[in-house]
């Protein structure tokens, strides 16, 4: 087996796999799922709200960072990560062998050479935190939080600590239902997720997760439940890359804040990701002019609270949503006893074509353009993206004005951006360029970053001079 270990970083020993739980301050390695593309803007977000400084993994989509034990709580406040998971192990040269039979048989051996117990106090530590979490929003303390409740926005009064006698009760048993203490009493029921990426691996996912799921079944006597389990093990491989980790939450935290789906609702991790690409700033006036559910305009409010936000759709039902979406925020704060203030946001219905704003007026513009697959066509894509993009630059600010967009249609997104023209001078044009792919759905839609250039510059478009004279200054844009 020491062959197989070979250049990992993890080194084991017996008081890591035995003693008591871990210090308040002492350190734990959690790991997170982002949105592929956003693993720096999140890697950003964890050193800004956490202090900690954390790294992007081999793997798409996922990051690292140490905290101390009693920092769990921020963790959870986290808006840019889905998943969240406590590192057992991890191994950087994992060395596979070349015969499936081999192979498993050292995932066998590794499950009881694990260091366990830190990783599983702090996965108490976060059962505990929900259960606290789910009593001061008033439910039964003998039923846990429901999934998808773990982060909630606004909630300010829901995340202090409460008193010392009553951490003192969850703690020693005191004031618990009996169904929760002999709950308490059962063994605890367990699967294990293997997700692997990578060619020249002899097994597959599903022979990784049962080999290594049998070794820890046998190891702590648990009970193998693939749908009604207690806890989550994961084994995640990328190569030559091993991490073994145990999960922390129980549904992804890009489910809040929107309780009115359309039929292209933007995760609020993604809203998230694109908000902070712009950097709002004190006083921002912030449009997302096809807001569909208002994801994004919603979670820019309820994390930039010094900045304005503007939601507006042509479609009725859109405009509907967005209004009940925000009033379902503002009634779960009510309800919760939150003294949070109120969200500041308006909604409109609008033409996008036409907006009823003044000329650089609007600091940021964020959106999710349409593909033209579930809603409209590419074919009508060439019509709306030159029309509304000369709408965006005319009330974006010169000189300081940003847009983040996204869309897939990138071939007419990519002609627009270099010929879109308004009639008459100044010239309003956008020249954009890629900043990342997020997928979605079946396609790779692309995200761009674009921002207000000064006057006197221009880019590739250009108006034709009038009566033969010299064309006035125009505003353009350009990537920031």
């Known amino acids: 087996m020491a062959a197989v270990l070979e250049g990992s970083e993890v080194h ?16 734990v390695t959690i790991g997170a799922t982002v949105p592929t593309g956003f693993e ?25 960072f140490r905290i101390g034990a009693d ?32 192979t498993l048989l050292d995932l066998q051996k590794l499950a009881s050479q694990l260091p366990w117990t830190i990783a599983l106090e702090v996965w108490k530590m976060n059962n505990a935190l929900k259960k606290k979490r789910g009593r001061r929003r008033g439910g039964n303390s003998s039923v846990l939080t429901p999934k998808g409740d773990v982060s909630k926005e606004g909630d300010t009064e829901a995340d202090s600590p409460r008193p010392e006698d009553e951490e003192g009760r969850d703690e020693d ?40 799921g049998g070794a820890v079944q046998e190891f702590f ?23 073994v980790g145990i999960a922390l939450t129980e549904e992804s935290l890009h489910r809040r804040n929107i309780t009115h789906f359309g039929p292209t609702t933007l995760r609020s991790t993604l809203a ?34 010094q900045s304005f936000f503007i939601a507006g759709d042509n479609n009725d039902m859109a405009v509907n949503r967005t ?45 999710d353009m349409p593909f033209g697959k579930r809603m409209g066509s590419r074919k009508k894509n060439w019509d709306l993206y030159p029309s509304c993009l000369r709408e965006m630059a005319r009330v974006c600010r010169p000189a300081t004005g940003k847009a983040v967009l996204l869309t897939q249609d990138k071939k007419c997104f990519a002609k627009v951006t270099v010929h879109v023209l308004v009639p008459e ?8 360029r890629l900043v990342g792919h997020v997928p979605r759905g079946a396609g790779l839609p692309r995200l761009c970053l674009c921002g207000q250039a000064g006057r006197g510059r221009w880019s590739r478009a250009r108006s034709k001079p009038r009566d033969g004279g010299v064309a006035r200054d125009a505003r353009n844009s350009r990537i920031v």
């Open 323 to 367: 209004v009940n979406n925000t009033n379902h925020i503002l009634k779960r704060r009510q309800e919760g006893g939150s003294s949070a203030p109120g969200l500041r946001m308006d909604t409109a219905r609008w033409d996008l074509c036409r907006l009823p704003l003044r000329a650089s007026s609007v600091d940021i513009i964020v959106t």
């Open 71 to 102: 920092k769990l709580p921020l963790v959870h406040r986290l808006r840019s990560v889905d998943n969240l998971f406590v590192v057992v192990a991890e191994y950087n040269n994992y060395q596979f062998k070349e015969s499936k039979e081999e």
């Open 12 to 27: 084991m020993s017996t008081e890591e796999r035995g003693g008591s739980g871990p210090d308040p301050g002492a350190g």
């Open 173 to 212: 048993g005191g004031g618990c239902a009996p169904a929760e203490r002999d709950a308490a009493d059962k063994p605890l029921k367990f699967r294990v997720t293997c997700n692997r990426a990578g060619d020249k691996h002899s097994f597959t996912s599903n022979d990784a997760a049962r080999d290594f």
């Open 425 to 432: 001078p100044p010239v309003f044009s956008w020249s954009g």
């Open 272 to 305: 998230y990701g694109m908000l902070r690409l712009c950097r709002p700033q004190i006083s921002d006036v912030i449009v997302d002019p096809m807001c569909g559910t208002g994801a994004i305009p919603v979670e820019g409010a309820i994390e930039w609270q």
């Open 221 to 243: 006597q648990w009970k193998a439940d693939m749908t009604k389990f207690d806890i989550e093990v994961l084994l995640n491989i990328h190569n030559q890359e091993l991490v």
């Open 40 to 64: 720096p803007t999140a890697a950003e977000e964890v050193g800004e709200k956490i202090g900690a400084e954390a790294r992007i993994g081999k793997d798409r989509g996922r990051i690292y």
